[in-house]
């Protein structure tokens, strides 16, 4: 297993939206599906509470690490930190990195999150998978909505599956094309 996911991201928004969708605590919230107590401030803990179904009842803290304004957003956390019985503190995080860059057609994310080598053995794999495949997802159709149907190329240096599996739901939902990075197209799910 590798240490680390990787996605690239070729968004037709430009960056101060995808920025936008990225910082602002209440756009955050509504694609990471998390209801934030207050806005993201460098240094300090930003706390909250998942929204998303089944896990409503547990909390969410990170730390946010920077914030250069439409180029680098970073935070750590403790990821797949599903057992509100468990204190994670003792762990080491993960760092998970958003980087935006304008292209000719909008704007290039590379969401990257390192350190899964440090995650407890016992949900190492699970955390890997589950924050690997929803993140990056949940934000382009977040950033997709608000501009209305229209193209995305993504590359994943993680997985194959998970990236038609991920531009389909996009694609379906949003009834828009899209390519996997490789010149092929990739069938809505029906």
Avoid at 55 to 73: D, G, I
Avoid at 106 to 130: I, N
Avoid at 153 to 174: C, N, P, V, Y
């Amino acid at each position: 297993m590798n240490d680390r996911t990787e996605k690239r991201l070729e968004l037709k928004a430009p960056v101060s939206r995808v920025w936008r969708a990225l910082t602002d605590h209440r756009e955050f919230g509504e694609w990471f599906r998390v209801k934030l107590d207050g806005p993201f401030v460098p240094g300090q803990t930003s706390t909250g509470h998942m929204t998303y179904p089944g896990y409503e009842h547990l909390k969410w803290e990170a730390v946010v690490q920077k914030m250069e304004p439409q180029h680098l957003f970073s935070f750590t956390w403790y990821p797949y930190a599903i057992d509100p019985t468990k204190d994670y503190s003792n762990e080491t995080p993960t760092l998970v990195e958003f980087r935006l860059e304008a292209t000719p057609g909008g704007t290039l994310l590379v969401l990257t999150e390192s350190g899964f080598d440090k995650v407890p053995s016992d949900r190492r794999l699970e955390a890997f998978r589950m924050n690997e495949r929803r993140r990056a997802r949940t934000l382009i159709e977040r950033v997709l909505r608000s501009r209305g149907p229209t193209a995305l190329r993504q590359h994943d240096t993680t997985s194959a599956f998970f990236q038609a599996e991920q531009i389909a739901a996009i694609q379906g939902k949003l009834n828009c094309p899209a390519s996997a990075g490789n010149g092929e197209s990739v069938p809505p799910l029906r």
